[in-house]
């Protein structure tokens, strides 16, 4: 498993360095045409300035950022042991020392995402919806796919590659903009000798401004969905139950509620893109920064004869007829890995639902009482009145 | 004078080669021991909170005397235990036990309903689970150390620095071999 990150962080280099490439041609094209020599290494140096300086927003505020966006909530081990019993099942299998703090989404749409640059610090956000339908195995499949994100340094490595892309987007867009409101005069000092110079580089130019974000991203939304497949992948591994996985991603996929508060760049950190419509969309675009649901389950379903890396690639070549997603050094990883057997009994869905809805309105500071007719009142944090009638035997309480 | 240059560059990269294969194989060594350490705050945790279980059941499991009992025995047991074998003995029969009275609790609705049940339930579940998982961690790093112990270069570093094959932490689950009785 170590072997295999750190391969990824081999892969992550490569790309970034290509990313940059980019980065850095941009800035220099786009100076060179606004200013000649002397406008090229401006742009270079503007160019990594702006990049560097949204890193460093990405690097310290990028977790909190996702939090606040997402309207999470954290929640205390008592409020759903359950679910931290099962995060710390999973940080235990994957050797992690720390545990994430974990908090909940008020949504509907099942949903989940991890975030959090270092290990020591990150966070898992699960939404009320996924918490109301899954069952202990479905809750443990999510929470390994999303620690293994955390493990494989995928969080670190997509926001470097997501704030890249939206640099040259961002540098792309002005001056693009640019152009069009200066009419496309240019400002330069040298000249380059005969109008049909100029003309060729104007068009060079604009044709680099507007093909650099789309080559941007389609690198991007490539490498979100190979990570999604290899986070898969560690799940199943972890979890030494790829059904489970399967069969939460089933019920997210058949649910209609959808989340508002996610955009292309944060979309790769949730379990399932969020930003899919309800209707069946058999669009598998290179614009998607997640692989179809449809397919992920195929390949974690025909995973027979164990859980390891191996076993997944050689489902993804038999369901996907392409070479296989997992990199040589995790195909090492030769250990027998039997798959275990489900979780038998587990708590019904209409208890499971009424669960979830009490801690939410926990997190919302909500109040409870529980009347001796055997109701239990739940009292919202503004009510003032100093007591309540229950509805059910008419019992007062003193609040 | 290019031959020295040559042989020097040579040396050089051996001894990074040597230096990163000794590191590599220190560091999953503590690994392996990392993972054992955790294996046994499990343990721990598990016996922390059998005793808890009992009194919580004992009133509605009237029919499982035996078995409550046997738990407690096998608790003691696996507490005193020393070596990994004696541990790995001791706390097999106790998850076999544990596992018997989780399938026994179908049998009494009253338990299940009582809301102090369902919260050691769910912690029983977990410190299996955790369990488990701790050995299945151990295990894994122990493969992972042991195919670096084994594979062509760094075997000879092995060999040099004395790092030697860890162990494999079996425990043989008791109950898969006893079949659950059924009473009507």
Sequence with gaps: MWELIRANQRKSAILIVLMGIILVGLGYLIGFFVDGMSGAIWGVIIATAVWFIQLLIAFFAGKDIMLTTSGAKPITPDMHPQLYNVVEEMRIAAGMTVTPKIYIINSEMPNAFAAGMKQEDSVIAVTAGLLGRLNRDELQGVVAHEMSHINNRDIRFMTIAGVMMGTIILLAQIFLRGMMFSGGGSRRSSNEGGGAGQIILIIIVIAVAILAPIMAQLLYFAISRKREYLADASAARLTRYPEGLASALEKIASSDAQITTANKVTAPLYIVNPLKRASNKRVSDLSSTHPPISERIRILRSMSGGANYVNYNEAYQSVRHKSGVIPQSGLTDLADMPIRQGLVNDMSAKSTARATGDIMMTVDHYSFVNCSCGMKLKIPPKYSAGFIVCPRCGTNHTL | ?184
């Design chain 2, 1 to 184: 004078m290019i031959a020295l240059w040559i042989v020097l560059g040579i040396v050089a990269i051996l001894i990074l080669f040597i230096v990163g294969a000794y590191n590599s194989l220190v560091r999953l060594r503590n690994q392996v021991k990392n993972a054992f350490a955790q294996i046994d705050v499990q343990l721990k945790r598990r016996h922390d909170l059998i005793p808890n279980l009992i009194e919580t059941v004992k009133g509605y499991m009237v029919h499982e005397r035996e078995t409550l009992t046997k738990i407690t025995e096998a608790r003691s047991n696996a507490m005193n235990a020393n070596t990994v074998s004696e541990k790995a003995q001791t706390e097999g029969v106790l998850s076999g036990l544990m596992g018997k009275l989780q399938v026994a609790v179908e049998a009494y609705p009253d338990l299940k309903a009582n809301t102090n049940f369902l919260a050691l339930q769910e912690e029983l579940t977990s410190t299996e689970n955790k369990l488990s998982f701790a050995r299945q961690s151990y295990n894994d790093q122990v493969l992972n150390y042991n195919n670096k112990t084994q594979v062509f270069p760094s075997n000879v570093i092995a060999g040099m620095f004395g790092f030697k094959q860890g162990d494999f932490f079996e425990i043989a689950d008791v109950a898969e071999k006893e079949v659950p009785k059924v009473k009507f």
